[in-house]
């Protein structure tokens, strides 16, 4: 069983989490219009951020369109060697997933770059090989395929919210590495990230969306409900990465409490790691290793 997503246009219940922040100890509620004065710097600081304020936004937009130019020279690549790449973007709940596919995709040919973000499975569906319908979505010759969330959702989502039973659950962890094998010997570039954010910072994102009507739709009961499973998610998160990274497969792991770093340094990886023609090492520059690291070593 997969997520329902909530109507554009209705609110999802109210939901309050107690968090210490400054050695006090305070209930907050996504609804609050008193949140962001009480959280906005500690949310910036949480999950051990190492900078105290985003990077500016000149900076950013002139290093996003160089490495921009770059992933049109990577499409160019793609169409004229048949070569195929997948990234999977996983990672907590308002981490910025969508905002560094959208980064990632903006200025290439949507023809052959294309997002899956697949809805709950049909009942066909559930009676499949839990991996087919993402088996079936998967590049041909010359593609650049992201998925907004993956089967990684057997990893996740579905065990903490009771969508999938224990033994699917230790199923897909003993599968999954032996599935993604065959995905990179079959000749297809896998890059698999994991964006994580701090609590404080997943709830103040949570409160901008309630409260933009722009973006209420970001919102789902499934995000309100998760608000007080954080250790829940983070222990299947761990085990994830323990489980899963490998080798062949390995997650590369990206701290977003500031999506403008996150979304340079994630594509920066991607870039440094394809061997494309007429690639431009000094317009891509250096990986911050203090935003990006990979396996589960990363977040101890």
Partial sequence: MALEEAPAAAKPESRAV??????????FDVDDPELPKWIDDAAFDSDDYPYEK?????EYEETLTRLQIELVKVQFWLQATGKRVMAVFEGRDAAGKGGAIHATTAYMNP????????????????????????????????????????????????P??????????EHFLKQAPRFEKMIVDDGIHLFKFWINIGREMQ?????????????????????????????????????????THTEHAPWT?????????????????????????????????EVDHKIVGSGPGFLK
């Avoid at 903490?160 to 659950?169: A, D, H, L, W």
């Avoid at 996150?262 to 520059?285: M, T």
């Fill in 160 to 169: 903490v919210m009771g969508f999938c039973t224990p033994e699917q659950y």
């Fill in 111 to 158: 023809r052959s770059a294309r997002t899956v973000a697949l809805t709950k499975p049909t009942e066909t569906e559930r009676g499949q090989w839990y991996f087919q319908r993402y088996v079936a979505t998967f590049p041909t010759a010359g593609e650049f395929v992201l998925f907004d969330r993956s089967w990684y959702n057997r990893a996740g989502v579905e």
């Fill in 253 to 285: 792991v990206i701290r977003g409490n500031d999506k403008r770093r996150a979304r340079i340094n994630l594509i920066r990886h991607i870039l440094k790691s394809l061997d494309y023609d007429g690639k431009d090492k000094a317009a891509i520059g």
């Fill in 18 to 27: 107690e968090l210490n922040i400054g050695g006090k100890t305070r209930v």
């Fill in 54 to 58: 985003k990077l500016s936004e000149e």
């Fill in 203 to 243: 709830l103040k994102r949570f409160h901008d969306r309630r409260h933009d009507p722009l973006k209420i739709w970001k919102l789902s009961p499934m995000d309100i409900a998760a608000l007080n499973k954080w250790d829940d998610y983070t222990e299947k998160r761990d085990r994830m990465l323990k489980e």
